[in-house]
């Protein structure tokens, strides 16, 4: 059973005990705020219920479970990121636009980019999204096998840098340094007689610190152009 789903009668706004209306746009609010700020772990009733002053079995009557209450946080991150996006003619600067705005959206967030950019909401702005990508794909001139599949694979590189990009924000900054660093003080003193081909380009790999998202999409979206039939 989905959020829509649920009975109005259980869905309807309640006050909490510190007289604040309780409704699932509140809910999703404070699950966004509290993984934010601890972690996966913060996405718990208990957790839920004390932050936002009810008993946490309040919120059974919004969302079935937490896994149920995670996909609606994750289409929340979705809506904030595809809030006024609107596509001109150019379909190919319709797909980088929309990329950067999900990328961009997940890094906002990145502890929920690590929880759910795998997942499907199955909610409105996703399914929005999903609407608006194969519907610029098709405006290429692309049949309807392909758009889904190209929608796929440019939809799963956007989030699985995401993802990745998410995942490496969310490190204490020590860990992410340590990282960094690794790549002037570890790769560029490896002797050339053992490895010729990382000594050759010693003076680049700093580059490799950087995330590779915009290169990807760029490779991505050329390789779309090319293959289009208009």
């Known amino acids: 059973m989905a959020e829509g789903r649920i009975p109005a009668e259980r869905r309807r706004r309640r006050p909490t005990r510190s007289g604040v209306l309780l409704s699932a746009d509140l809910i999703v609010d404070c699950a966004l705020r509290l993984v934010g700020q601890h972690g996966p772990d913060a996405l718990s009733v208990r957790r839920l219920g004390a932050a936002l002053g009810c ?61 759910a950019a795998y997942r499907v909401t199955r909610r409105i702005h996703e399914v929005r999204a999903v609407e608006t990508g194969i519907g610029l794909l098709r405006r290429a001139g692309f049949d309807g096998a392909a ?57 680049h790999l700093p580059l490799m610190a950087e995330s590779p998202f915009e290169t990807a999409l760029e490779l991505l979206l050329s390789a779309l152009e090319a293959r289009a039939p208009r």
């Open 55 to 115: 008993d946490p079995s309040a919120v059974y009557r919004y969302f079935r479970n937490t896994d149920d209450l995670l996909l609606a946080v994750a289409d929340r991150v979705i809506g904030e990121s595809m809030a006024g996006f609107e596509p001109g003619d150019d379909w190919v600067a319709g797909l980088r636009d929309m990329g950067h705005r999900i990328h961009r959206g997940y890094s906002e967030h990145p502890r929920i980019a690590a929880l």
């Open 147 to 203: 758009s889904v599949r190209y929608y796929a694979a440019f939809v799963d590189t956007v989030l699985g840098h995401a993802a990745l990009d998410a995942a490496h924000l969310a490190l204490p900054p020590e860990r992410r340094a340590s990282d960094h660093g690794a790549w002037t003080d570890t790769y560029q003193s490896l002797p050339a007689e053992t490895h010729p081909q990382i000594a050759a380009v010693r003076g």
